[in-house]
Nanobody
Framework: QVQLVESGGGVVQAGGPLRLPCAAS????????MGWFRQAPGKEREFVAA????????YYADSVKGRFTISRDNAKNTVYLQMNSLKPQDTAVYYC??????????????????WGQGTQVTVSS
């Protein structure tokens, strides 16, 4: 079992940056590929970014490519989502997730095994 706890959410002005950490416990983080998802009000949860066990491979949704960066520090059991050039449409609850293997599968990118509780990000215009 992996427990995931997101933090770093809040209110930020459009164009600004925000970094979300996700702390893992229960299992060694390096055993899992990790991902970030988000859910805006009235919308389905959507994939944002994924990273393999070592950090050597990443994958992004087109809507965030070039603005968001996923990274990880396995020694600290933490995954990060650096968000730059934020837009009001980025407003959502952001969720950290762990996949069931060390590599993510693009064909099953929306099927991680473990989920965090989410953190709210609000981008004001």
């Amino acid at each position: 079992q992996v427990q995931l706890v997101e933090s770093g959410g809040g209110v930020v002005q459009a164009g600004g940056p925000l970094r979300l950490p996700c702390a893992a416990s229960g299992r060694t983080l390096s055993n899992y590929a990790m991902g970030w998802f988000r859910q805006a009000p009235g919308k389905e949860r959507e994939f944002v970014a994924a990273i393999n066990w070592s950090g050597g491979s990443t994958y992004y949704a087109d809507s965030v490519k070039g603005r968001f960066t996923i990274s990880r520090d396995n020694a600290k059991n933490t995954v990060y989502l650096q968000m730059n050039s934020l837009k009001p449409q980025d407003t959502a609850v952001y969720y950290c997730a762990a996949y069931s293997s060390m590599w993510y599968d693009p064909s099953r990118i929306s099927a991680p095994r473990y989920w965090g509780q989410g953190t709210q990000v609000t981008v004001s215009s």
